[in-house]
């Protein structure tokens, strides 16, 4: 059993190694400017596919093509995978104004109308960059039709954790409207 005197001698030390820290998310979907009419149907959204980096807690730089980097100073407070996937469906749901865009496995009695994939295939910074690439593929479950798209962003960032963070959000977004556009015209 931990005595009082161990436990308080402990506690500074445990302020010092976490305190360095701060933490990010990027599940906080942005409010968007203009909405698409509402359409009836149901959206579901796959799991978003991240890349092992993005697995770790501290935020991925890449020193080369080759080599990647951890900043201590900065940590997710979230697994990327799930807040990115909770953080597209939010958005869809306030860009159509609807409340029928729901996580894989839907659970739900009917199926979904459209289904989304995403598979992010680099999300880093690199230099003075954020680079994000990304497949998606839309499917049209009642037609059997599917529509797939590469999308490519760079957005400019400084090299603290909280600037890279700021850039990532910022690709984050345009990702998201591409994808809402996509599902606009395929309805």
Not at 28 to 48: D, F, L
Request: aromatic share 10%; with cysteine.
């Amino acid at each position: 059993m931990m005595t009082y005197k161990k436990l308080l001698w402990l506690l500074p030390l445990t302020l010092i190694f976490t305190g360095c820290s701060k933490y990010y998310v990027l599940s906080t979907a942005s409010q968007p400017r203009e909405y698409y009419p509402r359409k009836q149907r149901v959206i579901g959204v796959e799991k978003v596919v991240v890349p092992k980096y993005l697995y770790k807690r501290e935020i991925a730089v890449a020193k080369s093509s080759s080599e990647v980097d951890f900043l201590s100073s900065g940590v997710w407070a979230e697994d990327l995978d799930q807040g990115l996937t909770q953080r597209l469906i939010a958005f869809l749901q306030k860009k159509f104004n609807q409340p029928n865009v729901y996580a894989y496995p839907w659970g739900l009695d009917k199926n979904p109308t459209i289904k989304v994939k995403l598979q992010i295939t680099r999300f880093i910074a690199q230099d003075d960059n954020v680079y994000l690439d990304a497949n998606v593929r839309v499917v049209n479950m009642k037609r059997h039709s599917q529509k797939a798209r590469l999308f490519n962003i760079v957005v400019p960032t400084k090299s603290d954790a909280q600037s890279i963070v700021s850039a990532m959000d910022k690709a984050f977004a345009k990702l998201e409207k591409e994808i809402a556009k996509d599902l606009n015209v395929d309805s």
